[in-house]
């Protein structure tokens, strides 16, 4: 189709799925047809709650032709093998994050979507809410000056304590680095452009943990993957950067603060679409709020603008480029934090325009 609002599918009916179903069904831009799941029980209860239609097996859903976009809310495991059988079916992609578990995987998807003339996109969209919106607006309005560096934080005691199945965040794909770290980083780099050289240190705080709510309360797991990683980020158009992510630390933390030659700037938390913004100049004795606006609209913005940009022939803002520059520099982090050594960064990223000031994503823009 050319014009009209843009047919998606939804692969993975899990727990995500009905914070992107409720938004996606919302959005007129857009046409929920279909919901797949290896569990397809699961699926058509998702699709039978939405008022979707179709439902069913991955194949079955990438039958139907007017499908165009594939949102892919599958386990990160497979998120490159649902990704290439929906590029290969001419449909498409916009995948949660990570892109894939490895660069090389996350290569390969891109060059799949580049010779069959598709798109890839992929989560976090967060960056594309009122908050950080807000944000790139200020730095470009110059409030803080010239940024000289940026500090990102989160940090917090690890979800095993209220997540009732939570092994797979503490293997590999995931961990605070993988599975939180994409919502900091890719803030950073939408803001600042790509990353260049890296250096780390990692540490693994515990070898087990223990579940702390649900039907397998007091059951202990093995951890596979570091929980405290700290990073230093040199990005190429100059600022420096330094992001803690952890899950070892009694006092939880959500921060990222930019600072620039006249003040600094503290960010909304990236893993949310909102505010606070705030500011504070050399000799203010307290930081003072800046004005929030743009959509809050939530999980799904990132879809909604690669259907408008599909239609329009317009670049889309939540690119597998940019999934696939932060995907290769936590892979970057986790090989320097194991080496003890500076690494540099096979991959860039395209600079991240802001979103127009009448972005609306309630407007029928597309009938």
Same mark, same amino acid.
């Given at each position: ?5 843009? %047919? ?5 009916? %899990? ?7 409720? $938004?996606?069904?919302?959005f @007129? ?10 569990? &397809?029980?699961?699926?058509? /209860?998702?699709a ?15 039958a139907? !032709? ?7 809310l /599958?386990? !990160? ?16 992609v ?15 998807i891109?060059?799949?979507a ?12 967060? #960056? ?9 607006r ?9 940024? &000289? ?13 209220? $997540? ?5 965040? *503490?293997?590999?794909?995931?961990g605070?680095? *993988?599975?939180?770290? @994409? ?9 600042? %452009? ?17 579940? %702390? ?14 929980? $405290?990683?700290h990073?230093?980020?040199? #990005? ?10 952890? *899950? ?7 921060l990222?603060? &930019? ?19 705030q ?13 929030? /606006? ?17 239609r ?5 803002r ?6 696939? $520059?932060?995907?290769?520099?936590m ?12 690494? /540099? ?6 600079? &991240?325009s ?14």
């Open positions: 189709m050319t014009t009209g609002p843009v %047919g998606v599918a939804v692969v993975g009916a %899990g727990v995500i799925s009905t914070q992107y179903l409720d $938004h996606l069904t919302a @007129p831009d857009l046409r929920v047809l279909a919901v797949a799941d290896i569990d &397809v029980e699961r699926a058509r /209860t998702a039978g709650t939405y008022g979707i239609a179709a439902s069913g097996d991955l194949a079955s859903v990438l139907i !032709p007017e499908v165009e976009i594939v949102v892919n /599958t386990i !990160p495991a497979v998120h490159a093998e649902v990704a290439t059988a929906a590029l290969q079916a001419g449909k498409h916009y995948g949660e994050k990570p892109l894939a578990l490895a660069p090389a995987d996350g290569a390969k891109l060059a799949e580049r010779s069959r003339g598709l798109r890839v996109g992929s989560a976090p969209d967060t #960056f594309l809410g009122a908050g950080l919106q807000s944000a790139q200020a730095l470009a309005a110059g409030v803080i000056g010239e940024p &000289v560096s940026a500090t990102a934080v989160t940090q917090g005691p690890g979800p095993e304590s209220w $997540h009732p199945n939570p092994e797979f965040l *503490f293997q590999y794909g995931a605070p680095l *993988f599975d939180i770290g @994409p919502y900091y980083l890719t803030a950073l780099v939408a803001l600042f %452009g790509p990353v260049a050289r890296v250096s780390a240190s990692a540490r693994q705080a515990r070898a087990h943990r223990v579940i %702390g709510s649900g039907p397998k309360e007091g059951t202990s797991f093995a951890v596979d993957v570091p929980t $405290h990683v990073a230093l980020l040199d #990005f190429a158009g100059g600022p420096s950067g330094s992001a803690t992510f952890s *899950f070892d630390s009694s006092v939880p933390r959500r990222i603060e &930019v600072t620039g030659t006249e003040g600094t700037l503290s960010l909304p938390d990236p893993n949310t679409f909102e505010g606070p913004l500011v504070r100049a050399f000799g203010d004795d307290d930081w003072r709020d800046l004005p929030v /606006t743009g959509t809050v609209a939530g999980r799904g913005l990132g879809v909604l603008d690669m259907a408008r940009a599909i329009g022939s317009t670049e889309h939540a690119s597998g480029e940019l999934a696939q $520059h932060v995907l290769d520099l892979a970057t982090v986790t090989d320097a934090a194991e080496e003890h050594t500076v690494r /540099t960064l096979e991959t860039s990223a395209p600079a &991240v802001p979103l127009p000031d009448a972005w609306d994503p309630a407007a029928s823009t597309l009938s």
